[in-house]
Nanobody, 127 residues
């Protein structure tokens, strides 16, 4: 059974940092690209970053570019999201998800292109 598990969320002050982890099991990790999404109460789920497992290329939505960095450790089947200079508007539940690697060009598109999802981890940024 395929499983994605997020961890690393918590409460931080504005300007602080967190590193989220996404651990994958039950799939061949290199066959998939990994995306990060977030969802605040009353808002739609939005894609913020993704990484290709073929060449390590990354994409970011403008609102997090320069503050967030996505990376992978293939030996551990784990993808990380380093979040720096956090702002109150970053408060949300953060999810990782997997899609077929040949679809990586649309990894910041609709969430429906993704095949598997984790349960999410809460990030709260206080002012």
């Amino acid at each position: 059974e395929v499983q994605l598990v997020e961890s690393g969320g918590g409460l931080v002050q504005a300007g602080g940092s967190l590193r989220l982890s996404c651990a994958a099991s039950g799939l061949t990790f290199d066959d998939y690209a990994i995306g990060w999404f977030r969802q605040a109460p009353g808002k739609e789920r939005e894609g913020i970053s993704c990484i290709s497992r073929v060449d390590g290329s990354t994409k970011y939505v403008d609102s997090v570019k320069g503050r967030f960095t996505v990376s992978s450790d293939n030996t551990k089947n784990t993808v990380y999201l380093q979040m720096n200079n956090l702002k109150p508007e970053d408060t949300a539940v953060y999810y990782c998800a997997a899609l077929e690697v040949h679809l990586v060009a649309i990894c910041l598109g609709l969430p429906t292109v993704y095949d598997y999802w984790g349960q999410g981890t809460q990030v709260t940024v206080s002012s």
